[in-house]
């Protein structure tokens, strides 16, 4: 359905980066090191297809929860199971994988070493290109 991706993309862009501004800056160690567990979780299953794709789902919940924020946080039910339909789209062929984990890199050592900053701006490159790669077909990166 374009209009239920088109308002994926929309919520995700409204709500993820800041949640990785907030996981940076509030994040609490054990927060941030669930995010980069996650993101290794994600290198591990480079190869595949539907193990990477919940990999980077749980990323991106991982991100959510470190946000500290409660009213986020509920919220992440509905994100996750949007994550796993979007992701099935845009990393539909593990040989992209990689790029998208050289752009998820970015946003875990960005919360890693508590740059709120570039955290959100690592999420929003992150979701420009997933977002042309879910409405143009194209597999360049991340999701």
């Known amino acids: 359905n374009p209009l239920f991706l088109q308002e994926l993309v929309d919520f995700r862009g409204l709500i993820e980066p800041r949640a990785a501004r907030w996981a940076a800056e509030r994040g609490s160690d054990d927060g941030r090191r669930e995010v980069m567990l996650a993101f290794m979780r994600m290198e591990r299953q480079k190869g595949t297809v539907e193990e990477f794709v919940f990999a980077a789902a749980l990323s991106h919940r991982a991100i959510i ?33 990689e790029a998208s984990l050289r752009l998820h890199r970015k946003v875990a050592d960005a919360i890693e070493v508590r740059d709120g900053s570039e955290a959100e701006a690592a999420m929003e490159e992150l979701l420009v290109d997933a977002n042309a790669r879910l409405f143009e077909g194209t597999h360049a990166g991340p999701n």
């Open 65 to 97: 929860r470190a946000a500290q924020n409660e009213l986020v946080r509920a919220l992440e039910g509905p994100i996750f199971s949007a994550l796993l339909m979007s992701i099935r789209i845009t990393n539909a062929d593990p040989r992209f994988n």
